[in-house]
Structure formats: C-alpha cells, structure tokens
C-alpha cells in the first residue's frame, strides 16, 4: 500500500509502505527477503511523534484485526485483536459495567498502541498504566515464532514489550482485565484555582480522594495571572447510564495553509475555556467522553496546525523539584512567544507499571502543545529538556519527534534493556536516531547482570 502513513503531530517525515498483516506474515515465512528495521506495527496513527515511523522501509497496517474474541461479563476480562480501538472495547464492555482501568486522552487508539506506548491517564495515582492491566498477549516475531507473553511465561519479552514502543515483534492479540464501574458516565468537580502553588496545594488530596485527576493550565497568563486553571476531579456515578459516545458532530475538513492556533486565538480560546468550565464549579454529572476524551468531538483538529503541524513536549519531575520546575518550564515556553493550545498537568503517583520503559514515575507531569515554528520551536523544545533533566526528570518519548540521544538516554537510562529484546527486524525512527546513535553493547549490559 503506497499513502502515507502520518503521525498525528505531523511534523515528522511520514512512512510511504504499508504492508498489510498478511503481506508482513508472508515476508516473516520467506525469512530471506526479511532486512534488518524492515517492519513497524502501525495502529490508528495517533501517536505525535515518530515512534510511529519506519520512513526509510515500512510500517504493518494493524487495523484490519479488529475483532474482539471474547469477552466475560461476569469478570471483566476481555481477548481482543490489537487493532481492535478502545472506543470497540468501552462500547462492547460499559453496557456489563466495566470501563478500561486507565484511557488516555483519545478514544481512537488500537489496542496494541495502548500497550506498545504503556498510556497513562488521569487515575495514574490509582491505577497506574495500561500495561499494568494487561493479562497476556501473542507476539509475532521475524523467526516466525509465536510467543505467548505473561508474568509466567516469556515475562522478559512481556515487560519489554509494555512501553516497548514496538520494537519487540508484532502483538497479535491480547487480553486485558477492565475495571468494574457503577456506571460510563462521571461526576465531575471544577475548582478554579489562581496559582500554582495553590493548585500542588491542592493536587495530593484531591488525588487520594478520586478515582480522576486533572488540570488544565492557561499557559499564556503572566503576571499575576501566572499558573492559574482548573482542577477537575472525577469518579464514575453510582446512579449514571451507560450510553456510548456518539460521531463527532465537528470537524476540521481540510487543512488551513497556515496555522489557525496561533497566540491570539489561543488567549481567546483560553478565555472561552475558563469562562465556560468555571461556571460548572462545584459537582455535575457528565459524559465519559466529555471527561476522558475532549478534543475527539473534533475530527482531524490536527490540521488546524497547518502544514508544519505540531510538537507535543510531555515531561516529568520529581515531587519535590515541581514547584520550582514547573513555573519555569511554563515560563520558557511565554518567553519565546510559543503559545501551547492545551497545556496540562497531572501528579504521577507510584504505581509500578511491569514495562521497562514506562514513561510515568512518581511526580509531576506537564504536556504542551506547541505550533511547528521549526527554528523557534526546537530552540524552545531543546530548553524544555534542558530545565527537565536538569531536575532530575525524564521527557515522554512516545510524544516525541526530535528529542537527541543524550536526552533519552538520560531519561531512561535502562534503554538498552529494550535493545537487548528488540526484533533486528523492527525498527522505528525515533530509535533509529536514540538509541541507534549510543551504539548499545547487550553481550555488556548482560555481562553486568
């Protein structure tokens, strides 16, 4: 198949050969035309940055397996193809009062993304990652063999294969457990808060007492205004229903030739935001999709980025380092004159999550959208990182798209633990300038065992 297959930042070059599963499972029988980084698992493609990419050979469609294979109604736990989308999986689980244990910002991602990228979401505190709810899975490897990974069994390749970016083989399958819900919808609580530190004055209790917690930052607010947003708590209704979200009713039909998010419409946009959540202040029912997955009532909003797209920096620092770091990173981004459309920050807790390269740990988490301004915006990206791991932090490579060696290493320092279960035949862009780069030695991280 020849169309490019994007990442959802689409800053980054895409990958022009799709190979179907059938055309990858003929390629992986014939193991003499198989050359090393020739295949990467492809899902919905909403991934920001090129993780998602093999630009220089091909990227395996994975959504044609769709399926979901079974699914038990008295315990929650579900066998599913890994194209299979979690908007497939809320919709055929709710109805029996079960809800994914954790979802991410967007409903439109396969099943294998969401553990290939080990997700996170607003209930980090409670439920940790993704990954750890995931039960076992099938995974396709360039020899030909099946492998069917659990704690028990081929646990090495299962905890590298959680946040293992697909880099270990293709998952095929999986099964996962959900969580046991009263009901889909959620009670939300507003609280408005003007600063940053009165919101990490708030952010540990309203963590330990709510299944969901997230904040929204208006990042373009300086002075005294500086740091001030919302809190929006949130548990799922005793009393709620379970209808399932319906077709976006918004979308954006073509791409502008320029970018529509640029500072003015963002303050404007900020401004609605604020004035329209800070009226519901206080508790109110809602929608799951309206909590979980906002930016999905508008199809293809990337495009309004124009051509260039966008960069989404994600970071992550320590608790005690956050509220110094955190004004600073915000202050960073005002200072170059890059205004972030959806700015928002989250408190990790200390769940483990059984991948080796799991982004979250315990601490602070902050996200940044940011226009594609190339020069500006890698100068502003580069100082990002610097004020990151300078605290002691680590940048979420699952969102990124130009992050150097030194950075990801210094982020996941145990990243030749992943090299050293890597398929020679899987390859991604992002690992190709990383990891590649740092010319790992596995015969001497397994010496140092």
Known sequence: MSKPYQSFGRATQPTMRGLTIGEARDMISASDVIGPGAFLAYGNGRSYGDTCQNAAQAVVDMRSMNRILSFDPETGIMRAEAGVMLSDIIERAAPHGWFPAVVPGTRFITLGGAIANDV????????????????????????????ECRPAENDTLFRSTIGGMGLTGLILEATIQLMKVDSADVDECVSAFSSLDEYFDLAEEADAENEYAVAWIDQLASGKHAGRGLLMTANHSRTGSFKPAGQARLSVPAQPPFNVLNGASIRLFNRVYRWSKGRKLGVHRTHYASYFFPLDGVRRWNRLYGPGGLYQHQSVV???????????????????????????????????????MSFPRPGYTLTLDLPNRPTKTRQLLDRLDEITIGAGGAVNPYKDARMGAEIFEASFPNWWDLECQRDPAFMSDFWRRTAMVLQPSCNKAQAAE
């Open 120 to 147: 996170h979401g607003k209930n980090h505190h409670r439920r940790g990652t993704f990954g750890g709810h995931v039960e076992s899975f099938t995974l396709l490897r360039s020899d030909g063999s099946q492998r």
């Open 318 to 356: 320590p608790l005690d380092a956050a509220r110094e770091v955190v004004p600073a990173l915000l202050a960073a981004a005002r200072d170059a004159g890059q205004a972030s459309f959806l700015t928002v920050l989250k408190r990790f807790g200390d769940v483990p999550s059984p991948g080796i």
